[in-house]
């Protein structure tokens, strides 16, 4: 007996020992242990740090997104007509005519300029299609599934990237990856939401998304500089496919320990955003006391794109061959150009977007400002032709600009969502975020293209220039001196 009562008291009948219920009562959790050796304040420790390295391993499908968003930059000097990458602008802004446009190229086809922007902006489109259905009220137990579907996909989507032969092929590529990445990104923030963390570790694992969708970026830009076309998609497909493989083994589903029941209860009538079904986005715009923090939201956002860093960053190879930057040297200053921007956005996202809604609007305007100096001091060396005497003043003053930019334009709007809405519509909202991001990228992209093909290179500077211009009155007397919420 003494036996069989010490074995109990080891081994004792699994108990009810902590209870929690979240004050908007969309989920409830019950951990039940067998083991009273340690207390319940271990295993929930326990738990967490598990849920932190599972939710970092859900987030691979955003770092080959990433890679895909730095692929134009990596691969158009390559696959562009050389009329357009190889030969810098005049001091008159035109084209020099190459003495044999007609040289073979070790590349499977050419793109022209004019299909460029198509090819660039699919993927963006993919994720506007996706996003609107990516965070339905799921089980935590259906998330694997979720991300396994769009790893698969992603794999699909650069296998067709490495078979390309022509602007079809690339088209749909970065349609399906586009489409993978907008289902996954709200698969992985279910995810983060329904995790034991605390609610400071569920922001941080939030803007970690940004952050390995960057890493992504850079990537792509390295890969860049050693790989063509062709061999660039098979490193891609190669990570791609490596990542499928970690996550159908990591246990996303489960918070890996025997020991720990996790029990999941969504309300019928509560989505995990805290809006009732079957409310959307168009609800936004239809609610009268929402309407005007949602324009608010769509301007500022429209503001942070029309400023022009992302299709800077798309092109950013081209722009410094047509800046007059030696080609050799040019793959090295877009990494560098590159790593000035996730320099600021890092600074931006983790510590200007934890500060009061009142110095984010400051900073915001700080920003604007700065913005707008660095772009005129672009305009002045591109229109003098300051590039002739000074070979690497063109990149000085992108990375200025691009800096300027991440700080404050390129972090903070997003950020607004908390202060502009109730809790309840936050995450209808980021998702129109989301969509309003995408399509003004696809719409800025496509004009730096008509710009560089018909106009001089300094025109589309002064396009951004005038926008980030027009952000400061619509800063200082539209968006709110004190939060709404």
Same mark, same amino acid.
């Given at each position: ?8 008291r080891r081994?004792p009948t699994?108990t009810?020992?902590a209870?929690?219920v979240p ?11 067998d ?5 319940p ?6 738990a967490?740090?598990?849920d ?8 691979f499908a955003?770092f080959?997104?990433g890679?895909m968003?730095?692929?134009?930059a990596?691969?158009?000097?390559n696959l562009?007509?050389p009329i ?16 044999n446009?007609?040289?073979? *190229?070790?590349?499977?086809?050419l ?6 922007p &198509?090819i660039? +902006?699919l =993927?963006?489109?993919?994720v %506007?299609v ?5 965070s ?11 991300l396994?579907i769009t ?10 990237m490495?078979?390309?032969s022509?602007?079809?092929h690339?088209?749909?590529?970065r ?5 993978a ?5 709200g ?17 941080l694992?939030?803007?970690?998304l940004?952050i ?13 500089i050693?790989l063509?076309?062709?061999?660039f998609?098979i490193?891609a *497909? ?6 499928y493989?970690?996550t159908y083994? &990591?246990p996303l +589903?489960? =918070?890996?320990d025997?020991? %720990?029941?996790f029990?999941?209860r969504?309300?019928e009538?509560?989505e995990?955003g ?7 986005i ?6 009268p ?5 949602t324009?608010l939201l769509?301007?500022?956002t ?8 992302p ?22 200053c877009?990494?560098?150009y590159?790593?000035?921007?996730i320099?600021?956005?890092v ?5 200007f ?5 009142t ?7 700080f920003?604007m400002?700065?913005?707008i ?5 672009i305009?002045m060396? &591109?229109?003098l032709?300051?590039r002739q005497?000074?070979?690497y003043?063109?990149?000085v ?24 809405f109730?809790p ?5 909202a ?5 969509l ?9 992209t496509?004009?730096?293209q008509?710009?560089i093909?018909?106009f001089p ?7 951004y220039?005038?926008v980030?211009?027009?952000?400061i ?6 968006l ?6």
């Amino acid at each position: 007996m003494s036996l069989l009562a010490d074995k109990h008291r080891r081994n004792p009948t699994p108990t009810i020992v902590a209870l929690q219920v979240p004050t908007n009562g969309d989920t409830a959790r019950v951990y039940v242990f067998d083991n009273d050796e340690k207390n319940p304040q271990d295993h929930m420790a326990m738990a967490r740090r598990k849920d932190l390295f599972h939710c970092l391993c859900s987030m691979f499908a955003t770092f080959s997104f990433g890679i895909m968003l730095g692929w134009p930059a990596s691969t158009y000097p390559n696959l562009l007509d050389p009329i357009y990458t190889t030969y810098p602008f005049d001091p008159q802004g035109n084209f020099t005519i190459p003495s044999n446009p007609d040289a073979p *190229l070790p590349q499977p086809f050419l793109v022209t300029f004019v299909q460029s922007p &198509l090819i660039a +902006g699919l =993927l963006m489109v993919g994720v %506007i299609v996706a996003t609107p259905f990516s965070s339905h009220p799921y089980t935590i137990y259906s998330i694997k599934h979720g991300l396994l579907i769009t790893l698969l996909a992603m794999v699909l989507g650069w296998f067709v990237m490495w078979q390309a032969s022509n602007i079809f092929h690339l088209m749909i590529s970065r349609f399906i990856i586009g489409l993978a990445n907008g289902y996954a990104v709200g698969q992985i923030k279910v995810y983060i939401q329904h995790s034991s963390l605390a609610p400071r570790s569920k922001s941080l694992m939030s803007k970690m998304l940004n952050i390995m969708m960057l890493a992504g970026v850079t990537c792509a830009y390295v890969m860049g500089i050693w790989l063509d076309f062709e061999g660039f998609s098979i490193g891609a *497909l190669v990570i791609t496919t490596a990542f499928y493989i970690l996550t159908y083994f &990591l246990p996303l +589903g489960d =918070l890996g320990d025997s020991k %720990i029941q996790f029990i999941e209860r969504v309300p019928e009538r509560v989505e995990p955003g805290g809006y009732r079904v079957g409310d959307g986005i168009l609800t936004l715009f239809r609610t009268p006391h929402l309407k005007r923090s949602t324009w608010l939201l769509v301007i500022v956002t429209f503001i942070q794109q029309f400023s022009g860093a992302p299709a800077t960053i798309v092109y950013s190879q081209v722009l410094l061959l047509n800046m007059g930057l030696p080609p050799p040297s040019v793959p090295y200053c877009a990494v560098i150009y590159l790593l000035c921007y996730i320099l600021a956005y890092v600074l931006g996202l983790f510590y200007f977007c934890t500060l009061s809604y009142t110095k984010k609007r400051a900073l915001l305007l700080f920003s604007m400002v700065t913005s707008i100096l660095a772009l005129v001091l672009i305009i002045m060396i &591109l229109h003098l032709d300051l590039r002739q005497t000074h070979v690497y003043i063109p990149l000085v003053g992108m990375c200025l600009f691009i800096f300027f930019y991440g700080i404050g334009l390129g972090s903070i709007p997003p950020s607004f969502v908390e202060h502009l809405f109730d809790p309840q519509w936050r995450n209808c909202a980021g998702e129109l975020q989301l969509l309003c991001f995408s399509l003004f990228a696809i719409i800025i992209t496509k004009l730096l293209q008509v710009f560089i093909g018909e106009f001089p290179l300094e025109y589309a500077f002064v396009l951004y220039t005038c926008v980030a211009t027009a952000g400061i009155p619509f800063v200082l007397l539209c968006l709110p001196k004190k939060p709404p919420h």
